[in-house]
C-alpha cells in the first residue's frame, strides 16, 4: 500500500522559503509521478508542480514559477518542494500525490493524483 507523509510546513513571512518534504513508501516508485498540489480556504485543490520518479522535466504552475522547485531523492524514497519567495496567496495545505498510472506532464495537466498524503498546512504571513 503507497503511503506519502508530508512534513515541512509551517509559518512564514513573505519573503521566506519552507522545504517540504513527502516520504513515499508501499512501492518501487520508478514508473510513477509525483507532485504537489495545493488547497487554499474556499478554493479547489489545484497542482502546483510535477515530476517523474525516474527524473526528466518538471512542470510548475504559472504563479509558483521561478520560486518553487520539485526535486526528488531516489534512495530516501523522498519528494521534496523548496519554496522561496513565499507570498501571502501561497498559504494553503499543500499535498503529495503519486501516480503509477501517468506521466508527471499527465498529472499536471489533469491535476489529478492516484495516491495522496494527508497534507501539510503552510501559512504565509504579509
Known amino acids: 500500500q503507497v503511503q506519502l507523509v508530508e512534513s515541512g510546513g509551517g509559518l512564514v513571512q513573505a519573503g521566506g522559503s519552507l522545504r517540504l518534504s513527502c516520504a513515499a513508501s508501499?512501492?518501487?516508485?520508478?514508473?510513477?509521478?509525483l507532485g504537489w498540489f495545493r488547497q487554499a480556504p474556499g478554493k479547489e485543490r489545484d497542482v502546483v508542480a510535477a515530476?517523474?520518479?525516474?527524473?526528466?522535466?518538471?512542470y510548475y504552475a504559472d504563479s509558483v514559477k521561478g520560486r518553487f522547485t520539485i526535486s526528488r531523492d531516489t534512495a530516501k524514497n523522498t519528494v521534496y518542494l523548496q519554496m522561496n519567495s513565499l507570498k501571502p496567496e501561497d498559504t494553503a495545505v499543500y499535498y503529495c500525490?503519486?501516480?503509477?498510472?501517468?506521466?508527471?506532464?499527465?498529472?499536471?495537466?489533469?491535476?489529478?493524483?492516484?495516491?495522496w498524503g494527508q497534507g501539510t498546512q503552510v501559512t504565509v504571513s504579509s
Open positions: 500525490a503519486a501516480d503509477s498510472r501517468t506521466g508527471a506532464q499527465a498529472m499536471f495537466l489533469s491535476r489529478r493524483g492516484e495516491y
Open positions: 508501499g512501492r518501487t516508485f520508478n514508473s510513477y509521478a
Open positions: 515530476i517523474n520518479w525516474s527524473g526528466g522535466v518538471a
